[in-house]
């Protein structure tokens, strides 16, 4: 396989990755990125609920991290307009 050193965007469920189960799953997923020849993968583990919660209490999310049209951001530096815009793509 050949990289085109695009990202890989992945959204996962905290419930994709609860427990011993989703650990090994998460390591195996990982794993298999590298040993095909993945570069750069971005995983995020949140959803709605996680965020909404972290609009209300952001003193206690400082480095959660969500993807936004490509790029990064810590979600409690976002205004209220972009976090709800995450929020909204979370409860789908």
Request: net charge negative; aromatic share 8%; glycine share 8%.
């Amino acid at each position: 396989m050949r990289s085109n050193g695009a990202a890989l965007d992945l959204r996962l469920l905290p419930s994709d990755v609860r427990g011993e189960e989703g650990l090994d799953a998460l390591c195996a997923l990982l794993r298999g990125f590298v040993a095909l020849g993945g570069w750069f993968l971005q995983p995020d583990v949140a959803d709605a609920a996680i965020l909404k919660e972290a609009q209300k209490h952001p003193e206690n999310y400082q480095t959660l991290s969500v993807r936004v049209s490509g790029w990064n951001a810590r979600f409690v530096t976002l205004n209220r307009e972009w976090q709800n815009m995450v929020i909204a793509q979370n409860e789908h």
